[in-house]
């Protein structure tokens, strides 16, 4: 059976903005349904998220977990529950700093601030998700993480998780090509190397430098189509890349979803 570790800020019904959250609850839905798959997401615990509504329970062995982050202990808690009418199993990560206050806009305020440490928080979960996968004991054949919120995560597998996840396939899948502009403070506060002498660094290029398989999601407008074919930075880091070019979107008819999902389902139990 293959172990699938799935990294979202978004998963509906907890939390939608983008096309990140229907992706990610249907094509969990669809990889637990095959039983060759042990598929686990997991997603901040914003503070909106009901523990009634959606039925979240405590997990004993994932309670008051101590994370080192830029130098300082981090407390977190891992709550349990399942996507509605689903038998896949979702960790919700409880942080009082980072997620507690987050509203429903996720990455903003109520006013439409962007919250200034998007990139600090989420960098912090992936760390904090990669972090617990030893009190779960559990170490999967692949990892998953979506575009900017969750890109450093194969740069925190090959330098602070390798003992353990040295064979785990690292699968990026980008449903949107903006925002991956990373102040290196973040790099630091991680105690990871820095590609660059860059203040800021090109988060999409080192994520694809990373991963083992990449998924482009191409919508209706061709953006993402666009930048991949006229980026020369881009098409130079793919040259010798594993990767998939994918026209999706959520208006698309279910069973034209249902068929990239079983597409990239098959790239990835290869």
């Known amino acids: 059976m293959s ?45 909106y998220i009901s523990d009634r509504r959606f039925i979240l329970r405590e997990v004993i062995r ?15 808690n891992l709550k349990s529950g399942f996507i509605p009418n689903t038998k896949v199993q979702v960790y919700f990560m409880q942080h009082e700093k980072y997620f507690d206050n987050v509203t429903e806009l996720i990455y903003k305020s109520k006013n439409g601030r962007i919250y200034k440490n998007n990139n600090e928080k989420f960098s912090f979960f ?24 969750t890109s ?32 290196c403070s973040i790099y630091k506060k991680l105690d990871l190397e820095i590609s660059s002498k860059e203040k800021k ?21 061709d953006k993402v189509s666009n930048f991949v074919n006229t980026n020369k930075e881009i098409k130079k880091s793919l040259k010798n890349k594993n990767y998939k070019l994918i026209n999706y979107n959520t208006s698309m008819m279910q069973t034209d979803r249902l068929e990239v999902y079983n597409q990239i389902l098959l790239e990835i139990n290869k």
Do not use: C, M
């Open 201 to 221: 660094q090109s988060q999409l290029i080192n994520t694809i430098n990373r991963s083992d398989l990449i998924f482009f999601l191409n919508d209706e407008n």
């Open 3 to 47: 172990k699938i570790y799935y990294l979202s800020s978004e998963i509906d019904p907890f939390s939608k903005i983008t096309s990140i959250a229907t992706f990610s609850k249907e094509f969990s839905f669809i990889a637990n349904n095959e039983k060759k798959n042990d598929i686990r997401l997991i997603n901040p615990k914003y503070g």
């Open 62 to 76: 994932l309670k008051d977990l101590l994370i080192k982050f830029d130098g300082v202990d981090h407390r977190i």
């Open 152 to 183: 450093i995560t194969p740069a925190l597998i090959d330098q602070k998780f390798s003992k353990y996840l040295s064979n785990t396939k690292k699968v990026f899948i980008i449903h949107d090509v903006d925002n991956y502009n990373l102040d």
């Open 126 to 149: 992936s760390y904090a998700a990669l972090d617990t996968l030893g009190k779960l004991f559990w170490i999967p054949d692949s990892i998953i993480y979506n575009d900017w919120h």
